[in-house]
């Protein structure tokens, strides 16, 4: 971006308090990554950014927008005075996505955004411009950050849109107006807040708010929450799933490396494992059809991407162990197909899974975390190990359906003492899962076991 304050005040209706015009070539809200040329955006939250604009300044800052008293307002920089810098960070944001005007693709969902953001983007790169979400700036702060780091001359925008509580996809939407929009599934995330999977549906569908009139929507095709929220919808509805819906695939081969999978005939794969990751795939897949890729760019798109880190990541434990790694978030849903998956895979050794609470599940949380049950046996797996206080169900179930499985639960305070119980347990030829929520912290189990 090259954007002078002048243009910055009329994108966000502001007034510029310096009589000297400057250009800014970048923004931030985090002082310590300011660079020369960088607007500063002095954002309110457990601290107040107006607090760190001399350190911005120190780094290089050229302008900051200023919410504050103007006498107060510093020196040595291009000031401009907005009421709200969130909602005129915001809306220089928008501005910037219609100076550029790539088409926009957003996607959403309960499990499986990030993995689909990052095969859609693999997809679309083998013929345009591209450029995603980086990490998780999936938020009211991170979708227009993102937008704003966007290059100049990107065709394709790829946004990830995350939310706790309704109503705040809705925001994102109108402010990407996407062309295209996801969503990938509807599990139990949030649903302390939302109160039912009913609900959860309403607020992934409230990324149709800004969605293009003429645009393209996917659903899963196994979701009927979401195919009785679309029967009035102007946009093009497409389905997807195995073996079912509009665009339906059959899955030809699965190992710890790669799924092999057919579209019409036609063959893919992926680096993953997983049918629940052929469902990402097959929103890549058409979302590549609907701007007129072919089957060939799709393929080399697909079978080469790269997933953002700790979501269905192979490791090695120092042991020579293999570690499938999914620790990033959780939900029932989600948990449930990665034991379904990791229980199918080959493996010249035993079975262990490292399972950790599922947050924000609100009043049936017992019953939820007990319900994985029913992923699990005593044939594909061969130890369980489970962290924290909402595994208590599932401990008891285990116990009374499987008392030669064993099964060892830890509190959240037992974390070292179940490092070294996985330590000397895990056998070089053995294969383990961890999954859990991301406050659960079992990244450092994780790097631990690598050690």
């Given at each position: 971006?090259n954007f002078?304050?002048?243009?910055?005040?009329?994108?966000?209706?502001?007034?510029?308090?310096?009589?000297?015009?400057?250009?800014?070539?970048?923004v931030?809200?985090d002082?310590?990554?300011i660079?020369?040329?960088?607007?500063?955006?002095?954002?309110?939250?457990?601290?107040?950014?107006?607090?760190?604009?001399?350190k911005?300044?120190?780094?290089?800052?050229?302008?900051?927008?200023?919410?504050q008293?103007?006498?107060?307002?510093?020196?040595?920089?291009?000031?401009?005075?907005?009421?709200?810098?969130?909602?005129?960070?915001?809306?220089?944001?928008?501005?910037?996505?219609?100076?550029?005007?790539?088409?926009?693709?957003?996607?959403?969902?309960?499990?499986?955004?990030?993995?689909?953001?990052?095969?859609?983007?693999?997809?679309?790169?083998?013929?345009?411009r591209?450029?995603?979400?980086?990490?998780?700036?999936?938020?009211?702060?991170?979708l227009?950050?993102?937008?704003?780091?966007?290059?100049?001359?990107?065709?394709?925008?790829?946004?990830?849109?995350?939310?706790?509580?309704?109503?705040?996809?809705?925001?994102?939407?109108?402010?990407?107006?996407?062309?295209?929009?996801?969503?990938?599934?509807?599990?139990?995330?949030?649903?302390?807040?939302?109160?039912?999977?009913?609900?959860?549906?309403?607020?992934?569908?409230?990324?149709?708010?800004?969605?293009?009139?003429?645009?393209l929507?996917?659903?899963?095709?196994?979701?009927?929450?979401?195919?009785?929220?679309?029967?009035?919808?102007?946009?093009?509805?497409?389905?997807?799933g195995?073996q079912?819906?509009?665009?339906?695939?059959?899955?030809?081969?699965?190992?710890?490396?790669?799924?092999?999978?057919?579209?019409?005939?036609?063959?893919?794969?992926?680096?993953?494992?997983?049918?629940?990751?052929?469902?990402?795939?097959?929103?890549?897949?058409?979302?590549?059809?609907?701007?007129?890729?072919?089957?060939?760019?799709?393929?080399?798109?697909?079978?080469?991407?790269?997933?953002?880190?700790?979501?269905?990541?192979?490791?090695?434990?120092?042991?020579?162990?293999?570690?499938?790694?999914?620790?990033?978030?959780?939900?029932p849903?989600?948990?449930?197909?990665?034991?379904?998956t990791?229980?199918?895979?080959?493996?010249?050794?035993?079975?262990?899974?490292?399972?950790?609470?599922?947050?924000?599940?609100?009043?049936?949380?017992?019953?939820?975390?007990?319900?994985?049950?029913?992923?699990?046996?005593?044939?594909?797996?061969?130890?369980?190990?489970?962290?924290?206080d909402?595994?208590?169900?599932?401990?008891?179930?285990?116990?009374?359906?499987?008392?030669?499985?064993?099964?060892?639960?830890?509190?959240?305070?037992?974390?070292?003492?179940?490092?070294?119980?996985?330590?000397?347990?895990?056998?070089?030829?053995?294969?383990?899962?961890?999954?859990?929520?991301?406050?659960?912290?079992?990244i450092?189990?994780?790097?631990?076991?690598?050690?």
């Amino acid at each position: 971006m090259n954007f002078t304050t002048t243009i910055i005040s009329r994108a966000v209706q502001g007034e510029v308090l310096a009589e000297n015009e400057v250009t800014v070539t970048g923004v931030e809200f985090d002082s310590r990554k300011i660079e020369a040329g960088d607007l500063f955006i002095p954002l309110k939250g457990t601290n107040d950014g107006h607090e760190f604009v001399a350190k911005a300044i120190e780094n290089g800052a050229t302008a900051t927008l200023w919410s504050q008293d103007p006498a107060t307002a510093p020196e040595g920089i291009a000031v401009i005075l907005v009421k709200d810098t969130l909602l005129a960070f915001q809306a220089l944001a928008s501005y910037y996505l219609l100076e550029e005007n790539p088409d926009v693709i957003a996607i959403t969902g309960s499990n499986g955004k990030t993995t689909t953001k990052d095969m859609t983007e693999s997809v679309l790169s083998q013929k345009f411009r591209t450029y995603k979400t980086q990490g998780n700036y999936n938020n009211d702060i991170g979708l227009p950050y993102t937008i704003l780091h966007m290059p100049e001359g990107t065709e394709k925008l790829i946004l990830e849109m995350g939310m706790d509580h309704a109503g705040e996809i809705s925001v994102l939407s109108e402010l990407a107006e996407p062309d295209v929009a996801a969503i990938t599934i509807i599990g139990e995330a949030h649903i302390e807040n939302l109160g039912s999977r009913e609900k959860i549906a309403d607020a992934k569908m409230e990324i149709t708010t800004g969605l293009a009139s003429d645009g393209l929507l996917i659903i899963p095709a196994d979701e009927p929450l979401l195919e009785e929220r679309t029967h009035s919808a102007s946009q093009t509805i497409q389905t997807v799933g195995i073996q079912k819906g509009e665009l339906s695939a059959t899955i030809l081969n699965e190992n710890k490396g790669a799924t092999v999978f057919s579209v019409d005939d036609k063959g893919y794969q992926i680096p993953l494992p997983g049918s629940y990751n052929v469902q990402n795939a097959l929103i890549a897949l058409a979302i590549g059809r609907w701007f007129g890729l072919t089957n060939d760019e799709i393929f080399q798109g697909l079978a080469y991407v790269q997933v953002t880190q700790n979501r269905t990541q192979w490791l090695k434990a120092s042991n020579g162990a293999d570690i499938l790694s999914d620790v990033y978030n959780a939900n029932p849903t989600a948990m449930g197909l990665v034991l379904d998956t990791f229980a199918k895979l080959p493996t010249d050794g035993r079975r262990l899974a490292v399972l950790a609470d599922m947050l924000e599940l609100g009043e049936d949380s017992l019953s939820l975390h007990t319900s994985m049950v029913n992923h699990i046996n005593d044939q594909d797996f061969h130890e369980i190990f489970l962290y924290g206080d909402e595994m208590k169900g599932l401990k008891i179930a285990l116990a009374d359906r499987y008392p030669a499985l064993p099964v060892h639960l830890f509190s959240k305070e037992a974390k070292p003492q179940m490092i070294e119980a996985i330590k000397n347990s895990l056998q070089s030829a053995d294969s383990i899962v961890l999954k859990g929520s991301n406050g659960m912290g079992l990244i450092e189990v994780v790097e631990n076991l690598q050690e």
